[in-house]
């Protein structure tokens, strides 16, 4: 069965940082890329970052850039989110998902449960 838990989520204030971790288990966590998505109060799904199986391509929404970084240990099979300079607009509950990728596009499958993220003073 396939299962990702989130944790490393919590309260932080305004310009602090977090580290979100993804534990992947049931599914050969090295063959897939792995997408981190948000959603905040009231909003919905937002993508914010996605990582290719080898962890060589990392892409993130604009919101984002410059301020997160994304990354993996596939020898642990978990994923990574460094959260850095936070606002109080990424407060946001955040899901890791499985992800297929190919030349067309993407698709996220088998998510989490998530991590809840408060940056507010």
């Known amino acids: 069965e396939v299962q990702l838990v989130e944790s490393g989520g919590g309260l932080v204030q305004p310009g602090g940082s977090l580290r979100l971790s993804c534990a992947a288990t049931?599914?050969?966590?090295?063959?897939?890329?792995m997408t981190w998505v948000r959603q905040a109060p009231g909003k919905g799904l937002e993508w914010v970052s996605i990582?290719?199986?080898?962890?060589?391509?990392?892409y993130y929404a604009e919101s984002v850039k410059g301020r997160f970084t994304i990354s993996r240990d596939n020898a642990k099979n978990t994923l990574y989110l460094q959260m850095n300079s936070l606002k109080s607009e990424d407060t946001a509950v955040y899901y890791c998902?499985?992800?297929?990728?190919?030349?067309?596009?993407?698709?996220?499958?088998?998510w989490g449960q998530g991590t809840q993220v408060t940056a507010s003073s």
């Open positions: 998902a499985k992800t297929f990728s190919s030349g067309v596009g993407s698709i996220a499958v088998d």
């Open positions: 049931g599914f050969t966590f090295r063959d897939y890329s």
């Open positions: 990582i290719s199986w080898d962890g060589v391509s990392t």
